[in-house]
């Protein structure tokens, strides 16, 4: 009569260290993501040192004029942002991949970053502006309304016809050829300055940061990942399979187009602030699931910071390879993430085989 006592005493205690587990990880990388923002502000010319900076953080009333330039108006922002932006396309692709079932797939597997490409690509070499009176933001928000009009798209294809997750990577990828070919079009009519402006904007970068858009990140970041979380249980019983998910009791298609909406949303508007930024969100949730697993409780929250580490540790990457020399990040980030995603198809394949 002990026995089953006894064994499901054992299975709550297992199931509360998962959790504790989780927690404890969750908050060991937030604190690496706090060191890694206070390095990045105090890398570059300016001999800042780290307590003075994380100080001069925490309680701005303390800074000298100098300090208060350089930390708050100039290098902060950045940081922030680069922080924003890589959750945002950390949690972008660890949902993607889990509607989709595809653990190659991110946000621009749909072809919003070669959507939001060409709208700079319009404003930039042709000026034409989707939404008028838009004054300096019509880069910004041409890339924007494009990768939005490409995800609406994407709603009513999924709802008229009702497709596979397979076929919506399948149009994802068409749509992106069909906007690379425009770009190319538009790049070989453009003259010697509009084509460096609008190589610079693709390479991505963070040089364009501002309180504001680190604010709109943010509040997009308040209101997407709340609700993801709160579908934490149906996106992990997905995980299972599709029929085994509406079993028990998931609504699939509709948990889709959601979840779709939302990543749609996140992408586009860091796409929008920082240029097209490559396998930040393909790496990040992958770091996330060799770590806490497929739960979606750990594994969003995780891949949200993983995400963000990464953009960090790019960041300064970006400012300490040439002294005085500030590097488009997306080609740091291609850099990091093609042999680190190589290694993962690597240990993929020898677990396979095993």
């Not at 994380?54 to 004029?65: G, K």
């Amino acid at each position: 009569m002990m026995q089953p006592d006894t064994g499901a005493a054992a299975l709550v205690t297992a199931y509360k260290r998962r959790g504790l587990r989780r927690v404890a990880l969750v908050v060991a990388a937030a604190v690496a993501l706090c060191s890694l923002v206070v390095l990045d502000v105090i890398t570059g010319p300016a001999n800042l040192s780290f307590l003075r900076t994380a100080q001069v953080i925490i309680d701005p009333s303390v800074a000298s004029p100098k300090e208060h330039v350089i930390i708050w108006q100039l290098r902060l922002p950045i940081a922030l942002m680069a922080v924003a932006v890589g959750a945002m396309l950390g949690v972008a692709g660890a949902e993607m991949q889990t509607i989709l079932n595809n653990p190659l797939a991110d946000p621009f597997t749909l072809g919003l970053s070669s959507a939001a490409s060409f709208g700079a690509a319009l404003a930039i070499v042709l000026g034409w502006s989707i939404v008028p009176g838009v004054g300096g933001l019509l880069v910004t928000m041409n890339s924007f309304v494009l990768a939005m009009l490409t995800s609406c798209f994407l709603f009513l294809f999924t709802r008229l016809r009702g497709v596979s997750p397979e076929a919506m990577i399948l149009v994802g990828i068409a749509m992106l050829f069909t906007f690379n070919a425009l770009l190319a079009f538009l790049q070989y009519g453009a003259s010697e300055t509009q084509l460096a402006q609008l190589i610079f904007w693709q390479l991505g970068s963070l040089a364009r940061a501002s309180w504001m858009k680190v604010g709109v990140c943010v509040v997009c970041l308040l209101v997407v990942l709340p609700y993801f979380m709160s579908r934490s249980w149906a996106l992990t019983a997905l995980r299972m399979g599709e029929e085994k998910a509406a079993a028990l009791g998931v609504n699939v298609s509709l948990l889709r187009i959601s979840v779709l909406a939302g990543v749609s949303l996140l992408s586009a508007v860091a796409v929008s602030f920082v240029g097209a930024i490559a396998f930040v969100g393909l790496v990040g949730p992958h770091i996330a699931r060799m770590i806490v697993g497929e739960d979606q409780r750990g594994f969003l929250p995780l891949s949200a910071l993983c995400g963000a580490l990464i953009m960090s540790g790019t960041s300064i990457a970006s400012k300490a390879i040439t002294p005085g020399v500030v590097y488009p990040i997306g080609m740091i980030t291609s850099l990091i993430g093609i042999p680190f995603f190589i290694l993962l198809i690597l240990s993929q394949r020898k677990r396979h085989w095993k």
